[in-house]
């Protein structure tokens, strides 16, 4: 018990921050007080929810009283006479009157405040109207802004930068105003100002750099670019961070955090998927990559993905390089090996062609199991010996090309692994490789078709060269063609396997 500013002995009013919403991020100070207080007072909805609460719920003890602060408002609309204002100066008037009752028996009052007390707390308007009254402390909490860009995983500025926190509720035109300052910014109070906070955003042209948060750190949170939000269902406790673009700190930034990894997830199952390649999906900041493949990876909170179609590399590539220009850490994600007909070539391109930045960029290949490697597996060794691997595409080179491969490729005697064997456009080329195979090769030499290795649908065909049907294989599928010397067998079991010897010939090493 402590003396009042009137000299009576009284309790102690504590204004407590308890943090975005992760129990985690309490302060040791607001846990002591906490389990010390007689009362603790929250702010509650009138469904009877408060998220204050549940963050602290594993900090109360028995015995406490509990002082339930209900709103009578959950927007800015009100029918009381006076309007919202009034109606909520009201409310606040009566629990102040209510917690100064406890006080003035002696009793400590704990009351929460999501973030921090100070920080567009609601404690702040029990703090005017107690604070000249009973002995005061208010115990800081991380705010939701810098929770959120903790899960962002994105510094907001940097040295000399300015930091703007802009409440929704302002006009439109202010919100434009304030927007086209240089700098970082953070929009707080959104809910049914969204539709002119984005409007605002998208007038001073960052509408590409505005990030959407929701429930930072708690278990449903939701970071997502401000382009796909729904307007429709943006609660008032969601905030928009727009992190520091300008032209001046682009360099710094990028020397700081911006880097590519291109990596392969293997060609389907997720335990052929190397920790190397783990580790990076983990820490990326975004991911970019052909839709199907991103899809194979888990969602991770606070990650933000860039999927597309098939036929747009180099559009990816440029992506991410321009995404890891500004400061990410970014993931291109492939199938199987990335060096393999897959991204790392297409990113290492549009380095050679593009700006200098993108040649100071931290770049690293992280290599995957390749479709071949996991096709041949499935049937025994058929590439245990030299081998080459081509793809029937010709969408990149000319289709004269693919055809000298073969030729030289055949003629040396090499096993082959064919990828892009067919598509919807390209129906004959296969059977034309048939054709060129079929002169220097055996009808008897094995051709394995492996389709989907490692995912659902997987089809394993062997068979030879005599009987190999080129419209049992799509893109999905990896062609391997022996070598004069590959051999089929059967075990004892009937399983059929293939191999290629290590000697060639007669020879023996």
């Known amino acids: 018990m402590r003396l009042a500013s009137d000299g009576t002995r009284t309790g102690r009013l504590f204004g407590v921050g308890v943090g975005p919403g992760d129990p985690e991020l309490i302060t040791l100070k607001a846990q002591r007080v906490l389990r010390q207080a007689q009362v603790i007072a929250y702010p509650c909805a009138r469904h009877g929810q408060s998220n204050a609460r549940a963050v602290v719920e594993s900090e109360l003890v028995q015995g406490q009283i509990e002082l339930p602060m209900v709103y009578p408002l959950t927007t800015e609309e009100s029918e009381h006479p006076g309007g919202y204002e009034v109606a909520l100066s009201r409310f606040y008037d009566d629990m102040a009157g209510q917690i ?11 009351v929460l405040c999501e973030g921090d007390p100070f920080f567009y707390g609601s404690y702040m308007y029990l703090h005017d109207r107690l604070a000249p009254r009973f002995p005061t402390q208010v115990i800081p909490g991380v705010p939701s802004i810098m929770g959120a860009a903790a899960q962002l995983g994105q510094p907001l500025v940097r040295r000399d930068a300015q930091f703007t926190v802009i409440p929704g509720t302002l006009p439109e ?21 969204f539709g002119k906070v984005k409007r605002a955003i998208d007038a001073a042209g960052l509408v590409d750099q505005a990030l959407f948060i929701e429930r930072a750190t708690m278990a449903a949170e939701r970071i997502v670019p401000l382009r796909e939000v729904d307007p429709l269902g943006v609660p008032y406790f969601s905030l928009i961070l727009i992190p520091d673009t300008s032209q001046a700190r682009r360099h710094e930034i990028l020397e700081a955090a911006g880097s590519v990894a291109v990596v392969g997830l293997g060609p389907g199952a997720a335990c052929w998927i190397t ?38 590399e180099a559009d990816r590539a440029r992506h991410a390089l321009t995404l890891a220009e500004s400061g990410r850490r970014v993931c291109v994600v492939s199938s199987g090996d ?16 593009g700006p200098p930045a993108w040649q100071a960029l931290d770049i ?14 499935r049937v025994g060794a058929p590439l245990g010996h030299d081998f080459c691997v081509l793809s029937l595409s010709d969408q990149l080179k000319p289709w004269e090309i693919v055809v000298q491969r073969l030729e030289a ?35 008897e030499t094995p051709v394995v078709l492996a389709r989907s290795v490692g995912r659902s649908g ?13 419209s049992q294989a ?13 051999r089929a067998i059967e075990l004892s079991n009937g399983r059929k396997l293939v191999y290629t010897p290590r000697s060639y010939g007669t020879l023996e090493r």
């Open 100 to 110: 100064a009752g406890h006080l003035q028996e002696g009793r400590d009052v704990a």
């Open 409 to 443: 490729a055949a003629a040396a005697d090499f096993a082959m692994a064919i990828y892009n064997p067919i598509s919807s456009v390209r129906q004959w080329q296969l059977a034309e490789a048939r054709t060129i195979l079929s002169k220097y090769r055996g009808p």
């Open 275 to 312: 920790p190397e390649v783990q580790q990076a999906l983990a820490e990326a900041t975004d991911l970019v990559g052909y839709q199907t493949y991103l899809d194979r990876v888990p969602m991770r909170a606070g990650q933000r993905r860039f999927g597309s179609d098939n036929r747009v």
């Open 173 to 193: 035109e202010q919100l434009i105003g304030m927007l086209g300052q240089q700098g970082a910014f953070a929009i707080m109070k959104l809910g049914r100002n």
């Open 458 to 470: 997987e089809r394993i065909t062997i068979t030879n060269l005599a009987n190999f049907n080129p």
């Open 338 to 353: 990335p060096g393999i007909f897959a991204m790392a070539s297409a990113v290492l391109e549009c380095v050679d062609q």
């Open 474 to 486: 799509d893109m999905q599928t990896v062609v391997l063609v022996g070598s004069s010397t590959t």
């Open 364 to 377: 690293r290949i992280l290599p995957g199991l390749s479709a071949m490697q996991a096709a041949a597996s």
